[in-house]
DNA sequence: TCTGAAATAGACCTCGG
DNA sequence: CCGAGGTCTATTTCAGA
């Protein structure tokens, strides 16, 4: 892997794929002021890079009927190898968990699930306290979402 | 907008188009069983419908300088609209943070924020409280992404 | 060596059956 | 509803700087 440097042409290509990758190349051209060849050429080099890991279809949250997000913290006593790696198990098989941190200080792992209602939180909630012993679990609902961006900051490059 | 309803061919689709959006129809139509101009048909319908809102490039949040993840939790004793739209304005304009919920119970709003470290996120954390008055501000730093993923969970299909 | 224009290949999308 | 062809775009090649 080398040192990928990006320069402000890099950046500005990443931000217009990071809201709309479907974008042609002649059009990103026009605007990044390359030719076609050019812009294509730098959009290879940053997906063999590893730049730009791949490209997704976003998804309507209510409309495929799961518009409520719960946080969840996790405390746990059980400080072992072994208990984590069935907890991370019993997480990463619910599809319903779309991020799982752990984190520093009071709370020491950090879910955001996305569920229809909060009986089917109740479900997943089941589901995460059967595969292993938990000490503590806080659930926080969101009652609106208020920004919710794939897209990352590019002011920090290297 | 029609009442969308969703069969598991559309759901198959979903679920493919959402860990990889650049297959190729023909592919797709393979795998969900469908003749490709059928299923080419299928996809422009989600995209009609809306179910699919748009496609964009991930990017691997390291080699953006981005890696250190931290949740803020706000609350706030000024509950008035004037309030609100102010910081609403504030945060949205700051590119590091990438989701922005208001919450239920004790604590009134989440945002998760990415910046390269804790002098970075100090900046941001700066550029929050000045925009308004803050009754508590707590903030925890994400040492692991265990899992995080744009895929909705399609089993809770309408 | 690097640029960009033009050829090629391949996928999308439309249309007729 | 299906497949075949026309059209448009990505990708490669190649001549020139």
New interface residues.
Partial sequence: MSK?K?DSIDRKL?DL??????RQVADLAADVGLSATQCWRRVQRLKE?????????????A????AV?V?VAVRTNTHTEQWFNRF?AT??AI?????????????D??LRV???DIA?YDQVYKRLIAGTQLFDVSS???????????????????
Same sequence: chains 1, 2.
Avoid: H, W
């Fill in positions: 990928t990006l990443l794929l990071q809201v709309d990758a479907e890079a590893g730049v730009i890991t791949r490209q997704v279809a976003l998804v309507d949250r409309k495929v009927n799961v997000t946080f991370r997480v990463e599809p319903e968990v779309v991020e799982f941190y752990r984190m520093s200080g009071d709370v792992y950090l996305v569920v229809p089917a926080s609902f969101a009652m609106e979402e208020l920004k919710f961006t794939t897209a990352l900051p590019l002011s920090y490059l290297p």
